[in-house]
């Protein structure tokens, strides 16, 4: 019986296809590992490049050091790029102990990736669509949601350039084949015959037994993917939908910190809630799992009174004056208790972990000292007289989180003024303005 298997022919055509976006990238950087699929991705770009307009082509390889035969590998890649005209970059890092060696290694290898590339340059990578079968199986396994099935995406973001997979449509039999008919040389990675970890076991034992029954599970499985890719980009676009009436503008907007009317969200079905949440939130923290989505339940059905907190991996939601506020970094450290000296008003004050401090117009006389609500104080105010700071912070309805970072001048031990609060000025709000930039909320998550 024939047995059709594919040719190595076709994919320079399908390679240029996949790449066309990216044609015009000041750099092509092609993430080496010296294995099957960087090898073939390496020599066909190598082949293009010499009847084809293509970006300058450089390889990079990362050295992990994870294990002995691995020191061979650099100059296996070095002779390789020889060979094929295309300069090379060996990059040695330091990969963290922790519970899962696999991630620490991916992490610390696309950091180096990342520092590799200028502006709106791109680093392509060999994966594959066994590959993608095979993420999709182990994301399926751990309970992903759609986002998680849609499997790896063609390209993303990576420091200042693009990451780009151009060989997701291609199975790992065509790119044997190519290498068989190129007479190519590659690396095989000893540890990748080591079931104990969790995705060779799905690609050495799963898979195969998988396609053994259905033959094309694996073609399938990425073509679920793709599927599950376009479902959810659907739902990034009803998201986006959702959330332009939710950030409003609001009387608070000073404080530049990501928030929603929390109205607009309650508005919507639950499952809309989760959905626009889950986009807004991807950006600023590492999201829950399912489990844990009962904490914006709370947060969201909390009484009038209440100002719930919900806590997530890198930050915390919060909920005052009918919105939601997204706090982090600086914005979760205590303030220096103690009164802090203005020596010289003429400039900008730093306020340990609370932003900057200045004044607008003309500078009050005196011995100038920066404090921060302790409770109990009074301000004396034109026309108004001697008043609870306390009442007047409630009455401007100033969200709880705040007051407590809320920067008072003092001077003498007595208040001057209230920072972004004109009206809360001794001397009248025409004299001068207590001018407060809040600390950033910028935990440069990628």
């Known amino acids: 019986m024939y047995l059709f298997r594919p040719s190595g022919h076709d994919l320079p055509a399908k390679l240029l296809q996949a790449l066309a976006p990216w044609r015009n990238a000041p750099a ?12 073939v991705l390496l020599h066909l770009l190598a082949e293009l490049a010499e009847r084809e ?17 691995a020191d061979a590998w650099p100059l296996h890649c070095q002779q390789v790029c020889e060979a094929l005209g295309v300069s090379l970059q060996v990059i040695s890092v330091q990969v963290k102990s922790g519970a899962s060696l696999e991630q620490a290694a991916r992490e610390a290898r696309y950091t ?37 099935l849609a499997g790896m995406s063609v390209s993303r973001s990576l420091g200042q350039g ?51 029954r259905w033959p094309q599970a694996t073609a399938n499985m990425a073509r679920t993917a793709a599927h599950l890719n376009e479902a959810q980009q659907l739902l990034e676009e009803l998201a986006q939908v959702d959330l332009a009436s939710a950030e409003s503008s609001h009387a608070f907007d000073w404080l530049e910190l990501p928030s929603l009317a929390l109205p607009a969200l309650a508005g919507l079905s639950p499952s809309r809630q ?12 590492r999201l829950p799992d399912s489990d844990h ?21 890198d930050g915390e939601l919060h909920r005052d004056q009918g ?10 450290k205590p303030v220096m208790p103690s009164a802090q000296p203005w020596a010289d008003a003429r400039h900008a004050l730093t306020l340990p972990d609370n932003g900057q401090l200045f004044i607008d117009g003309e500078l009050p006389s005196g011995v100038l000292e920066v404090r921060y609500r302790q409770g109990g104080e009074v301000l004396s105010l034109p026309d108004r007289g001697h008043r609870d700071l306390k009442r007047l912070l409630n009455e401007r309805e100033i969200p709880i989180f705040v007051r407590g970072r809320l920067p008072l001048l003092f001077r003498n031990g007595e208040i001057l003024a209230v920072a972004n609060l004109p009206a809360l000025n001794v001397c009248g709000h025409e004299s001068f303005i207590l001018r407060w930039v809040p600390p950033t909320n910028d935990q440069s998550l990628s």
């Open 274 to 285: 989760r959905n626009a949440l889950r986009h807004w939130l991807a950006p600023l923290t």
């Open 293 to 313: 989505w009962v904490g914006w339940e709370t947060l969201r059905d909390a009484g009038q009174g209440g100002h719930p907190v919900w806590r997530l991996a």
């Open 53 to 69: 307009n293509l970006p300058p082509l450089t390889a990079i390889h990362v050295h992990h050091g994870l294990q002995a035969v």
């Open 323 to 332: 919105r939601i506020w997204w706090l982090s970094d600086n914005w979760l």
């Open 28 to 39: 092509w950087h092609i993430g080496f590992s010296g294995g099957l699929d960087s090898t």
């Open 162 to 212: 693009q990451l780009v997979r151009p060989l997701l449509s291609i199975s790992r039999e065509e790119l044997e084949t190519y290498a068989r008919e190129h007479h190519l040389l590659w690396v095989e990675d000893p540890s990748n015959e080591d079931s104990h970890y969790s995705r060779n076991y799905l690609r050495n034992q799963v898979l195969p037994a998988l396609r053994s």
């Open 112 to 148: 180096a990736f990342s520092e590799c590339l200028a502006e709106n340059e791109v680093l392509l990578t060999g994966q594959h669509q066994d590959d993608q079968a095979e993420t999709l199986l182990f994301r399926l396994l751990r309970g992903a949601g759609v986002l998680g």
